[in-house]
């Protein structure tokens, strides 16, 4: 399973709206801003259905100014023992740890210690192109490095750091450096070595002086190979509907990248300081928060990604090995989102969902799909093109973009996707009769497609 920094969200779809003034939420329901219960109460809802539907597993914090929407914990810590989670699990952070990095850099970069202009080479001097690529480069992903080494820090081998080096020279550039993007580990694991030859400190030591206890961060740290954690929950791999424990990783060079582990109320100091200029000033604040590119990145962040649902946002999503993790900071609504997972829930849909609903949007709740017996005989009225999604038939079966992704229904003009049973379709008839609207839902967030029709109507 490789790392994720960014995902994608694809389409699910609507239920008919039913009485949310219950006690309890019924899955399938759909939470609207009419009815008559408190925002607390309907985020609460959604994160128990997911846990219900889906199995999420994790910790759940959400805070707007000084109000607590929700904190709340799901699932287990260790599923052998059966220890559940709380408030207080830390959970390895993934990728959500390189704003950590980019911290520090920006860091020695006010100190003068670096700039972020300095080329690799002045660190690293055999670097191949290593005076072609900038710290900047690094920080924003457009250094031309590949995506990982895995393979590496996978293998319990004894390492050196030399040899680490010595085998990701090797690898093949992507592009010439700064003239593309592509998000790159490796380029994270190499701005945390030259936080390290900067400061004359340990990576580990140096987030530690510098970052985490001065925030009061007392439940955060870099993971090693042998520290005992208290309250470190235990990372597990879905398997269909089963779950694996995760591999090995060497965490002696899964760092920069990855590597820190946290809990939500730590991450809410971490947003609280944010805002001030306790650890940054706001000259390097805003180097951090600016996007750089066509892939909206900032230095170990995201900023306004495409889920940002028109609010400013500074997000990043991680994930490794059943560590699912998404930081979500809408900063004009001063509004925290972040959903910590140990069993390879999809934090970053959940985190979508649950924003979609602090912004008064109707969202569905999840439910068990089912395969029924439907007319067939619809499905040339489906087929065609919605916006930017091919609907289409193949021997009897219906298709969204591809063969690789079957639609099974549902109902007559409702499916659900073969990659996600929780990915739906819903086909729309307008007041001539034609179906020219599909309503899809990202995490239960309603979105709708028109479809185009040619000249001769079809």
Not at 80 to 97: F, P, R
Not at 281 to 297: A, C, R, V
Not at 327 to 347: A, E, H, K
Request: aromatic share 12%; hydrophobic share 35%; glycine share 6%.
């Amino acid at each position: 399973m490789k790392k994720v920094g960014l995902i994608f969200f694809l389409g699910v779809g609507l239920l008919p709206i039913k009485s949310f003034s219950q006690t309890k939420a019924i899955a399938g329901d759909v939470i609207s801003t009419k009815n008559p219960i408190s925002l607390s109460d309907k985020l609460s809802q959604y994160m128990k259905a997911q846990a219900g539907v889906n199995g999420f597993s994790g910790t759940v914090l959400i805070a707007r100014k000084d109000s607590m929407l929700l904190r709340d914990a799901y699932g287990y810590a260790n599923y052998e023992w059966k220890i559940k989670t709380t408030i207080n699990t830390k959970y390895s952070l993934a990728s959500v740890s390189k704003q950590f990095t980019a911290m520090a850099i920006l860091q020695l970069a006010e100190r003068k210690l670096l700039s972020i202009d300095d080329q690799l080479n002045k660190y690293f001097p055999e670097f191949p192109k290593g005076d072609q690529i900038t710290l900047h480069m690094l920080l924003s992903h457009m250094s031309g490095l590949q995506m990982d080494f895995d393979e590496l820090y996978l293998n319990q081998a004894s390492l050196t750091e030399d040899q680490v080096l010595k085998h990701i020279v090797q690898k093949e550039f992507l592009f010439t450096p700064g003239q593309q993007t592509a998000y790159s580990n490796i380029g994270y694991y190499l701005l945390a070595r030259i936080v390290e030859k900067t400061s004359g400190k340990s990576y580990s030591e140096y987030l530690r002086e510098n970052i985490f206890a001065p925030l009061k961060m007392n439940e955060t740290g870099v993971m090693t190979n042998d520290e005992v954690v208290d309250n470190m929950a235990d990372r597990y791999i879905r398997n269909e509907k089963s779950y694996h424990k995760n591999p090995y990783i060497n965490w002696t060079f899964n760092i920069g990248h990855d590597g820190i582990y946290s809990t939500v109320n730590d991450l809410l100091k971490w947003d609280k300081a944010l805002y001030g200029t306790a650890i940054l000033s706001e000259k390097m604040k805003k180097l951090m928060f600016t996007s750089y590119n066509d892939q909206n990145f900032g230095y170990g962040v995201l900023v306004n990604p495409f889920y940002s649902q028109g609010h400013q946002l500074i997000a990043h999503d991680g994930g490794f090995f059943g560590a699912m993790t998404s930081f979500n900071r809408y900063v004009n609504d001063d509004l925290l989102i972040t959903v910590l997972s140990n069993n390879q829930s999809p934090s970053y849909m959940l985190a979508y969902g649950l924003a979609a609903i602090c912004f008064g949007k109707e969202v569905e709740l999840p439910y068990h799909h089912k395969i029924v017996k439907n007319n067939i005989l619809l499905y040339k009225f489906f087929t065609g093109t919605y916006a930017d999604i091919k609907i289409f038939e193949n021997k009897g079966k219906l298709y969204y973009n591809d063969l690789d992704i079957e639609l099974f229904p549902e109902s007559d003009n409702k499916f659900f996707r073969s990659d996600d049973d929780n990915r739906t379709v819903e086909f729309i008839k307008d007041a001539d009769g034609k179906y020219s609207v599909i309503k899809l839902s990202k995490a239960g967030v309603v979105e709708t497609r028109k479809r185009v029709f040619k000249k001769n109507g079809n």
